[in-house]
């Protein structure tokens, strides 16, 4: 095992479009994972999605970010400005330094 591969990765999440409530108003976050997980796979957005909610996350409702363990309709996902779709969705593995970003686009009205 070489000493180059760290065991932890460092990335940027950013909520907007009012998501940044449920994250105590705080609109940017500093986030360090594993580099590998118990079963020795990488980081992805969905073992990201459970990180936020169980460490990040102040809000009770949570079912204002998640649905049926995804984002909930309406949330747009940027991996590095790109919409998750064309990075493989909830299958993306994370990259030191990644930036992820989380829009709600819903509005009440």
Do not use: C
Not at 48 to 76: A, C, H, S, T, W
């Amino acid at each position: 095992m070489t000493a180059s591969a760290p065991d932890r990765i460092s990335i940027t999440v950013e909520f907007t479009g009012g998501l940044e409530i449920l994250f105590s108003n705080q609109r940017k976050h500093d986030i360090t994972l594993p580099s590998r997980l118990d079963d020795g796979s990488r980081p992805n957005i969905t073992f990201l999605l459970g990180y936020l909610v169980e460490n990040v996350m102040k809000d009770q409702r949570k079912e204002l970010f998640i649905l049926e363990d995804n984002v909930r309709p309406g949330i747009l996902v940027l991996i590095n400005d790109a919409d998750w779709e064309l990075e493989g969705e909830e299958k993306y593995e994370l990259q030191q330094g990644d930036n992820i970003v989380f829009v709600s686009t819903l509005h009440g009205g």
